[in-house]
T-cell receptor
Framework: SQELEQSPQSLIVQEGKNLTINCTSS?????LYWYKQKYGEGLIFLMM?????EEKSHEKITAKLDEKKQQSSLHITASQPSHAGIYLC?????????????FGKGTKLSVKP | DGGITQSPKYLFRKEGQNVTLSCEQN?????MYWYRQDPGQGLRLIYY???????QKGDIAEGYSVSREKKESFPLTVTSAQKNPTAFYLC????????????FGEGSRLTVL
């Protein structure tokens, strides 16, 4: 079965610093999704990547999917306290579009003002 | 505004009691999902439903039951057969342009005493 491994598990950065979170799949990714979660709340969709080499940006967050489609990275530029939370990557397990996702265990980000 | 509403947000129950968590959406989405989140475990799929009157087991369905009598509603019952029911439960529905773009509720935290 497919598994997603995220690293690091947790991260503490000073406000203004850049950071990167990684998500590695045990199988080829047909769709990779990034979500953000504030503690005790639901998940908010950030972006989706499908094609090898694809890169998307939203405000100060950039996500990339490698050419082999087995690893994705999420990069935050000039971090702010509002970026704090848990970042989870998800993937469609059947390679289709059923929305039946598996998730990584998440990366907890803290941003020190 | 459209969205997913979960209730209650916090729930305490004695061991051996069945509990039903409510999930209602007004997004007109066909597919709905229940996930369980434990510290350090990420999200795990309990049940999902692609259409009214139909649902499928996820990875950890044992000790849970669902129904999908209406498009808007997908309640989850945590039965006394669930050995470790204390967890954070998240309901989601599928919509948006991206295949895996799930919309999540705010979650229900169940504590069994």
């Amino acid at each position: 079965s497919q598994e997603l491994e995220q690293s690091p598990q947790s991260l503490i950065v000073q406000e203004g610093k850049n950071l990167t979170i990684n998500c590695t799949s045990s199988k080829t990714l047909y769709g990779l999704y990034w979500y953000k979660q504030k503690y005790g709340e639901g998940l908010i969709f950030l972006m989706m990547l499908q094609k090898g080499g694809e890169e998307k940006s939203h405000e100060k967050i950039t996500a990339k999917l490698d050419e082999k489609k087995q690893q994705s990275s999420l990069h935050i530029t000039a971090s702010q306290p509002s970026h704090a939370g848990i970042y989870l990557c998800g993937a469609d397990r059947y390679g289709g579009s059923q929305g039946n996702l598996i998730f990584g265990k998440g990366t907890k980000l803290s941003v020190k003002p | 505004d459209g969205g997913i509403t979960q209730s209650p947000k916090y729930l305490f129950r004695k061991e051996g009691q069945n509990v039903t968590l409510s999930c209602e959406q007004n997004l007109n989405h066909d597919a709905m999902y229940w996930y369980r989140q434990d510290p350090g475990q990420g999200l795990r799929l309990i049940y999902y439903s692609q259409i009214v009157n139909d649902f499928q087991k996820g990875d950890i369905a044992e000790g849970y039951s669902v129904s999908r009598e209406k498009k808007e509603s997908f309640p989850l019952t945590v039965t006394s057969a669930q050995k470790n029911p204390t967890a954070f439960y998240l309901c989601a529905s599928k919509g948006g342009r991206a295949a895996g773009e799930l919309f999540f509720g705010e979650g229900s935290r169940l504590t069994v005493l």
